[in-house]
């Protein structure tokens, strides 16, 4: 574990904040390379990022509040991006920021006059290389870890950020996380080019992912995820919605003869 990966004097460089930037400019310049291919200025993937970028990031927050809205209350200065009272990216719902991205592309789309679904394809094999970026920095910074478990690549992680306090192995979710979105994207990169109807390659996107997403919630289930219904987490309910919604779509947008 590493939440900080270096200091430049009083600013410290925090492992979760690098990888996101990272997973965000690997993204970046593989949509830039994607939106050439399909006829759309590179550019315009530049403008549009930054709209992602910005809606994703406060619906990310603002969901992920209302989910640990308890916490918050106590804890109102955290409701911010702060930690300590320092500026920082934490505590971020992925299905929050896919919400707030989307509104994001439809906002860009319209003020572009480009085809929302056309845009959609182009960042669905970007957005899962982005997360798996994103999963590593959570690995590194030593949350959203699983259940306890006595496999040989188990991993215990600090409780709290003086590390006095350590979980006993667990599952590195995180990881799996990672390497199951990175399989999406090749995947996604096999189809592409069979999958006619525009728009259908971003909701197959969100049908694998929340698929991926739920199996990886069962190690955590109970454990350092939050349980919202009966035994299933926010995030397995939150997947099942998404899946059964992303394949009416795929369904719906299939060229017509």
């Keep these: 574990m590493h939440p ?37 200025e590179p550019v315009k993937i530049v403008d549009l990022s930054l709209w992602l970028l910005i809606f994703g990031l406060v619906f990310a927050r603002v969901v992920f509040i209302l989910l640990n809205l308890e916490y918050y209350r106590a804890e109102p200065l955290s409701s911010l991006f702060l930690a300590q009272g320092k500026f920082a990216i934490q505590g971020l719902s992925f299905h929050g920021g896919l919400a707030g991205a989307m509104l994001g592309g439809l906002f860009y789309a319209s003020k572009a006059k480009l085809s929302w679904l056309t845009l ?96 990886v919630e069962i190690l955590r289930s109970g454990h350092s995820a939050e349980i919202a219904f009966d035994s299933l987490t926010q995030a397995q309910v939150a997947s099942a919605a998404l899946f059964v919604i992303s394949l009416l779509l795929v369904y719906c947008l299939r060229p017509k003869p």
């Design 4 to 40: 900080t990966l270096f200091r430049l004097g009083p600013i410290s460089i925090h492992s979760y904040g690098a990888m996101l930037m990272i997973g965000f400019v690997a993204a970046l310049l593989w949509a830039r390379r994607e939106a050439v291919r399909r006829g759309i």
């Design 120 to 215: 959609a394809d182009i960042c669905a094999p970007a957005a899962a290389l982005a997360y798996g970026f994103g999963r590593i920095g959570c690995f590194l910074n030593g949350c959203c870890y699983g259940a306890p478990t006595d496999l040989p690549w188990a991993v215990s992680f600090a409780v709290d950020p003086t590390a006095t306090a350590w979980t006993p192995p667990s599952h590195p979710t995180q990881l799996y996380s990672a390497l199951g979105s990175w399989a999406i994207f090749g995947l996604l990169l096999l189809i592409k080019g069979r999958v006619r109807g525009r728009g259908q390659l971003f909701f197959i996107y969100l049908a694998l992912y929340s698929v991926m997403r739920f199996m």
